[in-house]
């Protein structure tokens, strides 16, 4: 049996491009950005006024003028007023374009404004003050944007400011989530007493829209022929196969076979772990890859944050992320010889502590108890006493 660490080599051996495409702007949330957006005008692209009051050419603060006369109000969007002298001053607003022949603004707060004056009640002013000035965040044809990143709000908001209307992104791969088992029934479907609902394939597909992916669903029931059948037409039509359960020891666990029959060369199944230790994982001639999941909830959710949402990750050519690791709340052992992925609520102390209470629950078919906690804790596979305060690298999700 392999290791948590050989698991995610070979799977990491698998990355594929799957190209490029454009999409309207507001539709790229979550999306990779696959060029680098450019300025395509100073940013900002004129002398930006950042307070409502007047404006002023400072040399007349230097010439000892106090009180000026306004000579007109000017909106933002409006085009620039200029002054004739050094004692008229433009009444100005926040967003407005800066004449060139004014350079620093003072604020309604520090003026009495009188028949047509304005007098300054502060004589701390300083040359440029409140102004945005051109090009001071970006200059034209700057990147405001690097490729290879995830497009978060703040990129939207740099995208639309540029009038990038379409933006182009990494296409992401065809997805199928694929459930099995015959005591499984569909939400709006009553089960007897002796079958369950299914919930993994809405937990896979909920957790690939938290990341930008869209994936179709499928359920086959405990049948060989239609096993094989239904996953054959995936592999026509899919990148990337997501399977939850049949993959164990039990009599009626058809998948790796139908796998096999059907030219998926398994790359690697069971891994030294807990839960999710019957995991399979393979790929087609066709370039196809095939993600099989051991059945209990725990271990699907577990396997799907820890190998595959990693490897959609680097697929789509984004930078690793940096472990997060926090701090065990209490002592905790684990016998078996493999590695173990504690469930752990996760709290910041006082002090600014990343603090990881383990939360155990019933085993890996206890679903109930993801939603109380909101971590795996990695434990290493060599040790089996964890102490109180040591520190250890967690996936939260
Ligand atoms: N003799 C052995 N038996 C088992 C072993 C073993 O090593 N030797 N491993 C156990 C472990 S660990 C796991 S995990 C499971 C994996 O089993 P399968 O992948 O074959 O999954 P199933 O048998 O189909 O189902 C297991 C369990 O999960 C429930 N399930 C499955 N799919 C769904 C779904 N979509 N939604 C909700 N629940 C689902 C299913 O009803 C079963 O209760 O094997 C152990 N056995
Ligand atoms: O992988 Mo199993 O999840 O330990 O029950
Ligand atoms: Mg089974």
């Known amino acids: 049996m392999i290791t948590v660490e050989e698991a995610e080599q070979i799977i990491l051996a698998q990355l594929k491009d799957y190209g490029t495409g454009t999409v309207p702007f507001e539709q790229a949330l979550g999306r990779v950005l696959a060029e680098d957006i450019k300025a395509d005008r100073d940013l900002p692209p004129f002398n930006r006024v950042t307070m409502d009051g007047i404006a002023i050419a400072y040399k007349a603060i230097e010439q000892g003028i106090s009180t000026f006369n306004i000579k007109a109000t000017q909106a933002a969007g409006e085009e620039p007023i200029g002054i004739d002298n050094t004692n008229e001053c433009i009444e100005i607003m926040t967003g407005a374009a800066l004449s060139s022949t004014l350079d620093t603004i003072i604020r309604y707060e520090d003026l009495e404004i009188k028949d047509g004056t304005a007098k300054l009640l ?5 040359q440029g003050q409140n102004i945005h000035q051109k090009g001071k965040d970006k200059m034209q044809v700057d990147t405001v944007a690097a490729a290879n990143q995830l497009i978060t709000p703040a990129i939207i908001s740099l995208a639309a400011s540029v009038g990038k209307a379409r933006l182009m992104v990494k296409k992401q791969p065809r997805v199928i989530i ?63 196969i997501l399977l939850s359960g049949g993959i164990s020891m ?28 019957p995991f399979w994982f393979g790929r087609h ?41 926090a701090q065990l709340a209490e002592d905790f052992t684990f016998t078996p010889q493999l590695k173990y992925f504690l469930q752990v609520k996760l709290t910041f102390t006082k002090q600014g502590v990343l603090l990881a209470q383990s939360i155990e629950g019933n085993g890996s078919g206890d679903f109930a108890n993801l939603a109380d906690t909101d971590a795996f804790m990695e434990l290493p596979l060599e040790r089996n006493e964890f102490k109180q305060g040591e520190v250890f690298p967690v996936i939260k999700f």
């Open 178 to 240: 694929i459930s099995s088992g015959d005591e499984l029934v569909d939400v709006a479907d009553t089960p007897s007493d002796y079958q369950i609902r299914r919930s993994n394939n809405y937990t896979i597909k909920a957790v690939l829209s938290q990341h930008g992916l869209d994936a179709d669903m499928l359920h086959i029931p405990d049948d060989p022929e239609i096993t094989k059948q239904q996953i054959q037409t995936c592999l026509q039509k899919y990148d990337v």
């Open 285 to 325: 001639n066709n370039g196809v890859l095939v993600f099989a999941f051991p059945g209990n909830p725990v271990a699907t959710f577990m396997c799907l944050h820890r190998y595959f949402l990693l490897w959609l990750n680097e697929t789509l050519g984004l930078p690793s992320k940096p472990p997060i690791y």
């Open 122 to 126: 502060i004589t701390d002013i300083k």
């Open 250 to 277: 039990g009599k009626f666990d058809y998948v790796p076979q139908a796998l096999e029959d059907l030219q998926v060369k398994k790359l690697f199944h069971k891994v030294k772990q807990r839960p999710g230790k």
